[in-house]
C-alpha cells in the first residue's frame, strides 16, 4: 500500500484548506484513514480518523468543528477539509492507514502500519 498526501501550503489564520490521501496498492476496506500532524520540536499527534467501511468519523478535540473528512470510494482517497485554521495548526500532516483497528484506539500511532510522506500547513500572517 503506498499513500500520497497532498494539498499543503502557506496559509492566513481563518483561512481554509483541503489536504488529500490517495492510496494505491489496494483497497481501504477494512481499514481506518487517520489524520496525524507534527509539529517543530513536538510529538506526531492525531488529529483525524475515518474507517473506511463504515464511515465511523473521529477528531481530535483541538479540531472538532474545524476540520472535516470525507472519503471518495472510487478514488480510493480521503479528504481532510481544513478551516478556521490557526497558527497552532501549523505543522506537518500526515495521512496512515491502520488495519482492524477499534474505535478506543483510534488515535494511537502505533496501531497505523503505513505512512505516507507528509504535507506541510503552515498557518501565518
Known amino acids: 500500500v503506498q499513500l500520497q498526501a497532498s494539498g499543503g501550503g502557506l496559509v492566513q489564520p481563518g483561512d481554509s484548506l483541503r489536504l488529500s490521501c490517495a492510496a494505491s496498492?489496494?483497497?481501504?476496506?477494512?481499514?481506518?484513514v487517520g489524520w496525524f500532524r507534527q509539529a517543530p520540536g513536538k510529538e506526531r499527534e492525531f488529529v483525524a480518523a475515518i474507517k473506511w467501511s463504515g464511515g465511523s468519523l473521529f477528531y481530535a478535540d483541538s479540531v472538532k468543528g474545524r476540520f472535516t473528512l470525507s472519503r471518495d470510494r472510487a478514488k480510493n482517497t480521503v479528504y481532510l477539509q481544513m478551516s478556521s485554521l490557526k497558527p497552532e495548526d501549523t505543522a506537518v500532516y500526515y495521512c496512515a492507514l491502520a488495519p482492524r483497528i477499534i474505535n478506543s484506539s483510534i488515535g494511537t500511532l502505533s496501531e497505523y502500519d503505513y505512512w505516507g510522506q507528509g504535507t506541510l500547513v503552515t498557518v501565518s500572517s
Open positions: 496498492g489496494r483497497t481501504l476496506s477494512g481499514f481506518a
